[in-house]
């Protein structure tokens, strides 16, 4: 197992490297100059071109892009261009709260979908299966942004339980957990109820009912671990799409997360800021896929990573 997890994380070296480029290359066609941005109007062209220098803009794409990757190999993300602070101070200090968002958005979407999903396929045909699943797809298909701006007009607004935005208590966390969470929810309610089906339907559920075993019994100790191979793979990935949808629901509730940082440099232009963002974010996402990969031989010994 250990011989497996080096080897995958040997594998997302060159993911994350393909990412990096791609991000640099991506920022630097962005129309705007960040030299111009974050000069004073009263700057002389002599001004501008000494602080482009200083901060190495005048140089070629590849050597600033080999400049900027190697001190982030060593740790070293650069100075932010707006704030001249640290990028790697500045990402570390709202990263606990975008994993912290992303993390509830996660486990409710986990903890509800995977119920809702074995309800529904439990009761197949019923009318209770037609309204999990109608209601699985409403929350897919509704924008978390326009969901958020709906929980603070009922939740904050009418009802004033809840806070609209901030953070600080657990209360600041619900409506962007919530709101961030339910596409989530109906995608994996949609995978659980699917693959249960199958799983109802194979010969070993049939035996252990001819056993005298209990409905509850075949379903969560016998049938829900075997379909939950599929379902931990969707897992895997709304991780990867919470965390890009932190950016736009952090903006709505003002959570002052990696995601507030990242949407307030990409209008600056910050270059240092955008990239080391993206390069944490794409490194948790390939981890995260990595855990995924090696929980599957936990959930069914028949597979076997050599």
């Known amino acids: 197992m250990l011989a497996y997890a080096t080897k995958r994380i040997l594998q997302g070296v060159p993911t994350v490297l393909l990412v990096s480029v791609l991000v640099f290359l991506l920022m630097h066609m962005v129309p705007g100059d960040p030299v111009r941005i974050m000069s004073d109007r009263t700057a002389t062209p002599e001004d501008i071109e000494r602080l482009r220098q200083g901060l190495g803009l005048d140089q070629p794409v590849h050597v600033q892009f080999t400049m900027w990757f190697t001190r982030a190999v060593q740790g070293d993300l650069g100075r932010s261009i707006r ?35 074995v309800v529904a396929s439990v009761r197949s045909g019923s009318f209770l299966d037609v309204s999990i699943m109608v209601k699985a797809v409403l929350g897919m298909s509704i924008p978390p942004f326009w969901l958020g701006l709906m929980f603070i007009l009922l939740f904050s607004v009418t009802l004033n339980w809840l806070p609209s935005s901030g953070s600080g208590t657990w209360q600041h966390i619900v409506l962007p957990a919530l709101s961030l969470g339910l596409a989530g929810m109906g995608l994996i309610a949609r995978m659980t109820r699917s693959t249960m089906l199958e ?95 090696l929980v599957y031989a936990l959930l069914d010994p028949r597979i076997r990573y050599q």
């Open 83 to 117: 704030t001249g602070h640290q990028v790697a101070d500045e990402l570390l200090h709202r990263l606990p709260r975008t994993l912290l968002l992303t993390c509830a958005s996660l486990v409710f979407s986990v903890i509800v979908g995977i119920g809702a999903g």
């Open 199 to 293: 799983v109802l339907r194979d010969d070993y559920i049939r035996t252990a009912r001819s056993k005298g075993l209990s409905e509850r019994a075949v379903v969560y100790k016998h049938a829900l671990k075997n379909a939950m191979i599929p379902t931990i793979t969707v897992v895997g990935l709304q991780f990867g799409i919470l965390m890009a949808g932190a950016v736009v629901t952090e903006r709505v509730f003002s959570w002052p997360g990696m995601g507030w940082l990242l949407v307030r440099s990409i209008h600056d232009r910050d270059f240092p800021v955008v990239q080391g963002a993206l390069l944490i974010s794409s490194i948790s996402f390939i981890l995260v896929n990595i855990v995924v990969d």
